[in-house]
């Protein structure tokens, strides 16, 4: 799936378009034609005992269902590969091993297990009878081969970024190909313009409810050690997931493309905007006193309106002395409301909840759980400081 993104991808920095049409095998792994896959077994070189003991090992398989309590007469099993064996993926893969073949030059037809894609950079329009020729093909390849086409369940999918892509109506077996902004591709939602906002949004909704699941049930578990394995397990294994193409790897053309849009030091109207849900904050900021001069300070309770304004406060309008302790002040806070039994997986968390209530930029790897916390923070900051 990288490589075929990283296609598409490098296409549309061209301005170029990508045709994309995602496949679905009706029953894969129970198609399997015993007779068919010891012919493609023995076109890659396996004969005699051995052939024969495949043809063995797939014949003579009885099955029989049980539903409430009553089982039914036993049937044989006339196709398909055994399912929950080590041989089965293996066999299949053998199968479908020569389906690419049946495409074009410049058609790729790419495969994990029954995913498979086919796609071809668009050019001109004769691209696009060629492609449409491709899936004449591969239906061909499925009819000589016994396997079904899920032809209902077959997506289009047009990448562009182009104003104007050019739309075409494929069909398979006279039926036409559903069109499609978006897909999910081996559990990655893709969109037809490589943008990652659907699947950011859909694996923060996951993992927020796993958190929320190992929360509940799992609040009384006091070792660390078993703390840690739930939330590595069942939480940070939904954000880590697909992560390859969310977040490029230091040194990519993404991640330097981002890096030159975004300067180190940016300006007070390119900073981030604050929104929190309390209207008023008081906090404590420091004033000089008259009767002291300049090196005596005295500290008075001033309201600040948050919701006033509108951008992140700058030194020109807020003190270092004020801008370090309302970092003390969430740091507190958030401090406090972490209590022991979770402080060992969310200590990252604590450090940079200050950054996101000041509207800088934060880490991704945890913005669910950062975000959270910082929300429940800043609701009982004013009871905290008052």
């Not at 897909?183 to 659907?198: E, P, V, Y």
């Not at 209590?339 to 990252?348: G, I, N, V």
Request: charged residues 20%.
């Amino acid at each position: 799936m990288l490589y075929v993104l990283h296609e598409i991808h490098n296409v549309l920095e061209k301005r170029g378009q990508v045709d994309t049409i995602y496949l679905d095998f009706a029953k894969a792994f129970d198609k399997v034609s015993h007779d068919l896959l010891l012919v493609k077994l023995h076109n890659f070189g396996i004969r005699g005992n051995l052939l024969r003991w495949f043809g063995d090992y797939l014949s003579g398989r009885l099955q029989r269902v049980t539903v409430l309590g009553v089982t039914s007469e036993p049937l044989p099993v006339l196709s398909g590969v055994p399912q929950g064996s080590i041989l089965g993926p293996l066999l299949f893969l053998i199968y479908v091993n020569d389906l690419p073949m049946s495409t074009s030059h410049d058609t790729t037809l790419s495969m994990f297990a029954d995913d498979t894609k086919c796609h071809r950079h668009l050019r001109n329009f004769q691209d696009t009878i060629i492609l449409q020729q491709d899936l004449d093909s591969v239906a061909n390849w499925c009819n000589d081969w016994r396997m079904d086409l899920n032809q209902t369940k077959c997506v289009v999918m047009h990448f562009s970024r182009i104003a104007q892509p050019m739309i075409t109506q494929y069909t398979i077996s006279d039926t036409p190909v559903l069109q499609s902004s978006s897909q999910k591709d081996l559990g990655i939602t893709t969109t037809n313009d490589l943008k990652w906002n659907k699947q950011v949004q859909e694996i923060s909704t996951k993992a927020n409810k796993m958190l929320g699941f190992v929360k509940r049930t799992a609040f009384d578990i006091r070792q660390r050690r078993v703390r840690k394995v739930l939330y590595l397990t069942m939480v940070r294994s939904q954000l880590a997931y697909g992560s390859q193409f969310i977040m490029p790897p230091k040194g990519s053309k993404s991640s330097k493309r981002k890096s030159s849009k975004s300067p180190a030091n940016p300006s007070p109207s390119q900073r981030p905007r604050v929104q929190t849900r309390s209207s008023t904050i008081a906090l404590e900021p420091t004033i000089a006193s008259p009767s002291a001069g300049a090196t005596t300070s005295s500290t008075v309770h001033e309201p600040v309106n948050v919701a006033s304004t509108s951008a992140t406060p700058d030194a020109s309008t807020i003190s270092p002395q004020l801008l370090q302790q309302i970092v003390s002040t969430v740091t507190a806070e958030v401090t406090r409301r972490l209590t022991p039994h979770h402080q060992a997986e969310f200590s990252d968390a604590v450090v940079e909840a200050p950054v996101v209530a000041m509207g800088a930029s934060t880490s991704t790897e945890q913005p669910a759980i950062v975000s959270g916390i910082v929300e429940e923070a800043l609701k009982s900051v004013h009871s905290a400081v008052a």
